[in-house]
């Protein structure tokens, strides 16, 4: 399958993204985990990337079509894949549709994960996520705590809260996603590809997308 998931910081996307990979071997593309990795790593995209992502702002269009034109021609990428946190601008997204004419490749559908505001806010100052940036597995402290606290169940790094999940960079990360990114859901729904879904569960999610793909 060849989904865009798109949805407000904290609505699910990384969750159900994992889900979705599991049932057809597609691959999941987190444009945030690539980001943090190269920030972790040092590299010159991490080096340009950093600031923006520490204050909650985007990390500039031209950076992140840069990432995604190499990684979409990816051998990987042939079985499907599940875009994560991308788009999430308007210029993105008519970025994404000239490179997908220019590769030949076609999407099913993106899919809106419609989530309360109150649970996001909730979601996302009692998120954690492992620091190991080859593992990036997120838990809750309050619904989905490591076995032993601080510690990846996964991979046993230290299990820490983002730089960018205080409660001021939340705020803005979501004014962003009002302003910046929220316009792409009738962008979608223009070109006949929106799925909304308006569900707190993401194994709903997956039942509502599993469901539409094979109808
Ligand atoms: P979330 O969805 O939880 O907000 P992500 O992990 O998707 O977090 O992204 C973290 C940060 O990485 C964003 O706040 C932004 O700075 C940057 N980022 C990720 N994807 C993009 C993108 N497509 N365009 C611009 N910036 C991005
Ligand atoms: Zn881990």
Do not use: W
Request: glycine content about 8%.
């Amino acid at each position: 399958m060849k989904l865009i998931l798109l949805g407000a910081p904290g609505a699910g996307k990384g969750t159900v993204a994992k889900l979705l990979t599991k049932m057809d071997g597609s691959v999941q593309i987190s444009t945030g985990d690539i980001l943090r990795g190269a920030v972790q790593a040092g590299s010159d995209l991490g080096k340009q990337a950093e600031a923006f992502m520490k204050a909650g702002d985007l990390v500039p269009d031209e950076l992140i079509m840069g990432i995604m034109e190499k990684r979409l021609q990816d051998p990987d990428c042939a079985k499907g894949f599940l875009l994560d946190g991308f788009p999430r601008t308007i210029p993105q997204a008519e970025a994404l549709n000239d490179l997908l004419d220019r590769i030949g490749i076609k999407l099913d559908m993106a899919v809106n994960i419609d989530v309360p505001r109150d649970v996001i806010l909730d979601r996302l100052t009692t998120r954690r996520t492992c620091s190991n940036t080859d593992c990036q597995a997120i838990y809750n402290v309050k619904s989905n705590p490591p076995k032993q606290e601080g510690i990846c169940d996964k991979c046993g790094s230290p299990v820490i809260q983002r730089e960018d999940e205080t409660e001021e960079a939340i705020s803005h990360r979501l004014e962003t996603y009002n302003e910046k990114t929220a316009p792409l859901i009738g962008f979608y729904d223009k070109q006949g590809l929106l799925m909304t879904v308006t569900a707190t569960d993401s194994n709903d999610v997956i039942e509502a997308v599993k469901a539409k793909l094979e109808s």
